[in-house]
C-alpha cells in the first residue's frame, strides 16, 4: 500500500449493513449498457419480461 494512504479515520465495515440489506449488484455488459442507460429502465424491462414468464408458467401448469 502506498505511503500516501491514509485510513486512520476510517471505519470498518461503515456501510456493510445497509450494502447487506438489499443491494444485488449487477454488471452489464457494454453493448446491453448502451441499450439501458438507467437502473429504472433495466427493471422495467425485466418486470415485463418476468410477466410473460409468470403468465407461460401459469398456462403450461393448467395443461
Avoid: C, H, W
Avoid at 14 to 40: I, M
Wanted: charged share 25%; net charge positive; proline share 5%.
Amino acid at each position: 500500500m502506498k505511503p500516501e494512504y491514509d485510513f486512520s479515520g476510517g471505519v470498518r465495515g461503515k456501510y456493510a449493513a445497509r450494502f447487506s440489506e438489499g443491494t444485488n449488484v449487477v454488471v452489464l455488459d457494454p453493448d446491453v449498457a448502451e441499450v439501458f442507460p438507467s437502473s429504472e429502465s433495466v427493471n422495467s424491462t425485466l418486470r415485463a419480461i418476468a410477466k410473460v414468464v409468470r403468465q407461460q408458467i401459469r398456462a403450461a401448469s393448467r395443461r
